[in-house]
């Protein structure tokens, strides 16, 4: 049974929003795990008992936007073609998600939720799944003495035995760099501790800069006597991947001895473009008209301030063929009405009817009765374009676009499965297995 998830939803006293209740109950679609036809043909589960001397994998960053949580679904999906039951734990989670599960709510890491209902892993609780949250006055009440250490540490090992004993293989996921969680003592690195756990570093693409930051991450490892397992490189230039993979190998042999690089992964701009419903969390609104294209992904070139004329503004709508996310102003009346009323004469052309606006500043200038009503209208008939409300004056609203960097997300099939087809390839599971102390017998074909 999939649970369900409570998403927080932005209240107005506005008419505009007087529809929207304080908090929508949204119900899980069934996902199906991405698997890759060729891996099919050459992979074979396992039918073995976890080996008592091995060890979890724990998958941390170097910095933030490293690409850890796409790194970590891709681990995930590949352990799964190898082993019939994978488990996965976020030890300390920051961010979390109310969620119902065995008829309660609970909260829980919204990584954990992301993986526990992409990947189906109906033999692990959210309990242990997440067993230890941080949130806001939670670093105060540790300093404080209100949260003990011990209490901490004896969460994190009872949810792993719990998960370890169901589960062939454990995959943990970070939160952050390998320091994140130091003011607690719950750092990755003494989490990893704690777990016996063997240790991923995931860092961006690059050579100088890159090796910079694994180091850095290297010295809390060595520290706390966690061993380092591999090296992921994520984000690198297409063009400078065989280069990238050839001298980071050689960084890792001259400095680190017999760390392995585990994989090298080109970039893929797509996983970093911002989704409708991404600049809804970005600030903190919800679309007004065109709900139903919350999942729609735009780039950063497809933003464009309008200022032109009515004319000139419809002429671009019915003439541009590309996705464009438009940003107006709210005393644009006339901008927000054309973009709502010529949406029936595009909506025959696909591709021109993939367009979205943004009007920014609408708590200085809010809409005109004539617009409401129109909305409301265009709402009812269930014909409306995508329009969403920023509180924000248009220079902070195009920075904030600019500078945002989206995260996968439970609502967001599509791109979580992208990021697995394109990141799963270039890992090698094998030195990984081999690396942790799993052995894999292939008995039977998937």
């Known amino acids: 049974m999939n649970p369900s998830i409570i998403v927080p939803r932005t209240v107005s006293r506005r008419r505009l929003l007087s529809r929207v209740s304080c908090c929508t109950l949204i119900r899980h679609r069934s996902t199906t795990r991405p698997l890759c036809e060729e891996d099919d043909e050459k992979i074979s589960r396992s039918r073995i008992t976890r080996n008592p001397s091995s060890s979890p994998v724990y998958v941390a960053a170097t910095r933030q936007h490293v ?28 961010q979390s998600l109310t969620v119902e599960e065995d008829g309660k709510m609970v909260n829980a890491d919204k990584d954990a939720v992301l993986v526990k209902h992409h990947f189906k892993l109906g033999h692990l609780k959210y309990k242990d799944i997440s067993p230890v949250l941080i949130p806001k006055g939670y670093t105060r009440n540790y300093l404080d003495g209100k949260i003990r250490l011990e209490d901490q540490e004896a969460l ?141 992904h735009y780039t950063v070139k497809d933003v464009k301030i309008v200022a032109t004329s009515l004319q000139v503004f419809l002429h671009t709508l019915r003439t541009d063929p590309s996705r464009s996310l438009y940003v107006c102003h709210a005393s644009r009346n006339d901008i927000l009405l054309g973009f709502l009323l010529d949406h029936p004469l595009r909506k025959k052309n696909k591709k021109l009817n993939e367009c979205a606006l943004v009007v920014t500043g609408t708590d200085e200038y809010p809409l005109s009765e004539q617009v409401l009503d129109i909305i409301h209208g265009m709402n009812d008939s269930e014909s409306a374009p995508p329009v969403l409300l920023a509180p924000f004056p248009t220079n902070e609203v195009m920075d904030r676009i600019h500078h945002y960097t989206p995260k996968l997300n439970f609502e967001d099939a599509s791109r979580a499965t992208t990021a697995v087809n394109h990141y799963e390839p270039h890992i090698d599971f094998d030195m990984l297995l081999d690396r942790t102390g799993h052995s894999v017998k292939a008995d039977h074909d998937p």
């Not at 949580?69 to 995930?76: M, R």
């Not at 352990?79 to 994978?86: A, N, S």
């Open 67 to 94: 690409g850890k949580t796409s790194t970590s679904l891709a681990l995930l999906s590949g352990l799964q073609k190898r082993f019939d039951r994978v488990g996965f734990m976020k030890p300390v989670g920051q």
């Open 156 to 296: 994190v090992n009872n949810a792993y035995k719990a998960i370890s004993g169901t589960s062939e293989i454990v995959l943990c996921e970070g939160t952050g760099h390998c320091a994140v969680g130091s003011i607690v003592h719950a750092s990755n690195a003494q989490v990893a501790k704690w777990l016996d756990a063997k240790m991923i570093l995931v860092a961006n693409g690059g050579l100088g800069n890159t090796f910079d930051e694994l180091e850095l991450n290297k010295v809390l490892c060595d520290k706390e006597g966690v061993d380092i397992c591999g090296v992921i490189i994520n984000k690198v230039q297409p063009e400078k991947l065989e280069q990238t993979r050839h001298y980071i190998t050689k960084a890792l042999d001259l400095h680190w001895g017999g760390v392995p690089l585990l994989g090298c992964v080109p970039d893929r701009p797509f996983l970093g473009h911002p989704a409708l419903s991404d600049l809804e969390r970005l600030f903190q609104t919800k679309l007004i008209t065109g709900e139903e294209h919350r999942l729609r």
